[in-house]
T-cell receptor
């Protein structure tokens, strides 16, 4: 069975602080994909990153970085120098199958509030 | 630009009404589409998986006679909430994929409010 755990329900930081959102996953599949999505108040899901299970390289994209560690089944997301516009709910998700065409299992989400 | 279009984005209707939500893939053939539901301040939960030309597969606890899914073409899947009641009020999101391995693309969601 697939499961994604985001233990942090809500996080509040002050602008310019760094913040890390945790994600721990469970799966018996050897081929899987991990995702992070941002959901602003308007509701749409904004795709941030997809990482497959064979690529453990960390990734940086501007102020965003991701740390994938298979040994601990974690895929954490860090926002550096947070901004008010980063305020949103962030979901970590897991999808299995060789072609990423299986359904996604989402974590409960972490609501990030960045205060000015 | 959006590759999956979901319509309508917002629906308010009376209890007992049936509501149809459309999910279209705009620039690829969506062999598989997924329908998710998100209650306020909760996560997205998969309702059903639909493959083009086949009957949808529903998750446990989702009433297939209440949530009718049709995936008759490679670019369109519809979700019809039949005889909707206030407890069906939720945010419904579809996603679409194909066998080539591209990331699943999500629609912008439909906010359904039943009075």
């Amino acid at each position: 069975a697939q499961k994604v755990t985001q233990a942090q329900t809500e996080i509040s930081v002050v602008e310019k602080e760094d913040v890390t959102l945790d994600c721990v996953y469970e799966t018996r599949d050897t081929t899987y994909y991990l995702f992070w999505y941002k959901q602003p108040p308007s509701g749409e899901l904004v795709f941030l990153i997809r990482r497959n299970s064979f690529d453990e390289q960390n990734e940086i994209s501007g102020r965003y970085s991701w740390n994938f560690q298979k040994s601990t089944s974690s895929f954490n997301f860090t926002i550096t120098a947070s901004q008010v516009v980063d305020s949103a709910v962030y979901f970590c998700a897991l999808s299995t199958g060789p072609y990423n065409n299986n359904d996604m299992r989402f974590g409960a989400g972490t609501r990030l509030t960045v205060k000015p | 630009g959006a590759v999956v279009s979901q319509h309508p984005s917002w629906v308010i209707c009376k209890s007992g009404t049936s509501v149809k939500i459309e999910c279209r893939s705009l620039d690829f053939q969506a062999t598989t589409m997924f329908w998710y539901r998100q209650f306020p301040k909760q996560s997205l939960m998969l309702m059903a998986t639909s493959n083009e030309g086949s009957k949808a597969t529903y998750e446990q606890g989702v009433e297939k006679d209440k949530f009718l899914i049709n995936h008759a073409s490679l670019t369109l899947s519809t979700l019809t909430v039949t005889s909707a009641h206030p407890e069906d009020s939720s945010f419904y999101i579809c996603s679409a994929t194909d066998p080539t391995g591209k990331p699943q693309h999500f629609g912008d969601g439909t906010r359904l409010s039943i009075l």
